[in-house]
């Protein structure tokens, strides 16, 4: 009768410790289970079970994924839980307040102002005392990367938004993706998570490459997606894969086509390539590689010229805008003598004109190239500049 008894009793006691084990694994709201008992299981057992424990994306990024996904979305009924999961993760208050800083500007001041009510409640109940702005060195841009960047905004928006493009440039870039509140990298990521979430893929390559630029891995990149899906949904995740799966491919390296072809050169700070010699003279290097989704036409590169080196005469059908990063260059029209240029100078090109630039005989020059193809051409090669042609910038 004892040993009845106590078996009953260990039977019991196990019984009580399954389902305490089962109650700890728990993480869906109590409801969840009784509603809708499928997605507490793919709560639990999936999302964070399995996903929030991969090893791809460490549990820091995951918190600042997972927030930005829901700040950009309007989901505030779920900050609270997620805020708290942050700081558990050792994410900075700071930094939780400079995220909603950030995504006030890639998801509007609605979102970000609703946001904040709700982390106040969790700020108020840790006892996080009020925060101040960062007084660390602001974070210095890579300088050919935000030439290709700001030329890009003023010759693909300032036309048509003049405003925008100067709040672009000043503001968005020129102030807060400077704030040391937030580092480069963590500001990328922030950026790229909204931009799925909020189902604008066509933003993402510029982001992406500057998020990898700031440190970001591929594989961690990928991770954002997988991570996302389960914030925002699959649809949007799927629609990003394609659009980074293209920047991946892009980063590999240069891809020269046809002589009348444009050039597909790897972005800013994933490291320069060497440019085709067919088409120039001397050590050249290009990088910063911009190319426009369609409709829009518009392209460009960083092209670094040491001492001596040279573009082959060439035209462009609709003409190129070049912006000088550094050093001192020349510039050549047919017909016309050689045009001295420095940082800060801006060249216009007219299409279909003869042309050839370069650095000077004596010292380096980049320049940030921007064009438009017609009918997929951007630009048709001809024949090299001689040293007799070139030589007479000197002369002048």
């Known amino acids: 009768m004892k040993n009845i008894a106590a078996s009953i009793a260990i039977s019991a006691l196990a019984t009580t410790g399954v389902e305490a084990q089962e109650e700890r694994k728990r993480v869906a709201p109590p409801a969840v289970y009784t509603v809708a008992p499928g997605l507490g299981h793919f709560t639990d057992d999936v999302l964070f079970g399995e996903v929030w424990v991969r090893t791809d994306l460490a549990p820091r990024d995951r918190s600042l994924v997972t927030l930005s996904a829901i700040v950009s979305t309007g989901k505030n009924e779920q900050i609270a839980a997620h805020v708290s999961r942050a700081l558990d993760n050792d994410v900075k208050p700071g930094e939780i307040g400079e995220l909603i800083t950030h995504l006030a500007f890639y998801s509007g001041w609605p979102n970000a102002i ?13 006892q996080i005392a009020p925060l101040n702005n960062s007084e660390a060195t602001r974070i210095e841009l890579e300088a050919a990367a935000e030439a290709t960047r700001k030329a890009t905004v003023d010759a693909a ?57 700031n440190g970001l891995t591929r594989p961690e990149a990928s991770e954002v997606l997988t991570h996302v899906a389960f914030y925002s949904g699959w649809p949007r995740a799927m629609s990003a894969v394609p659009v980074l799966k ?4 892009n980063r590999k390296g240069i891809q020269v086509s046809a002589p009348q072809a444009n050039i597909s050169i790897t972005p800013a700070g994933a490291g320069a390539a060497p440019a085709p010699a067919e088409y120039f003279t001397g050590s050249v290097r290009i990088s910063g590689r911009y190319q426009a989704e369609a409709p829009a036409r518009i392209g460009g590169a960083t092209v670094s010229f040491s001492a001596g080196a040279r573009t082959a005469w060439h035209t462009h059908p609709l003409g190129q805008t070049l912006f000088i990063v550094s050093g001192r260059g020349w510039v050549q029209k047919e017909g016309e003598p050689v045009q001295q240029v420095g940082p800060g100078d801006v060249v216009w090109i ?33 024949e090299k500049v001689s040293d007799e042609d070139y030589g007479k910038g000197a002369a002048e």
């Open 114 to 126: 609703s946001a904040v009510t709700e982390i106040k409640k969790v700020f108020n109940e840790r």
């Open 157 to 213: 928006v300032a036309p048509t938004a003049a405003a925008l493009a100067d709040l672009t440039n000043r503001v968005l870039f020129g102030d807060l993706w400077q704030r040391p509140d937030l580092s480069a990298r963590d500001r990328s990521l922030v950026t790229m998570a909204a931009l799925i979430a909020v189902g604008q893929p066509e933003q993402l390559p510029f982001h992406a490459n500057r998020a990898m630029d």
């Open 246 to 249: 293209q920047v991946f491919e």
């Open 350 to 382: 007219p299409p279909l004109i003869r042309h050839w630039h370069g650095a000077s005989a004596s010292e380096p020059m980049s320049h940030f190239a921007v064009a438009e193809a017609l009918d997929g051409s951007a630009v048709t090669w001809m």
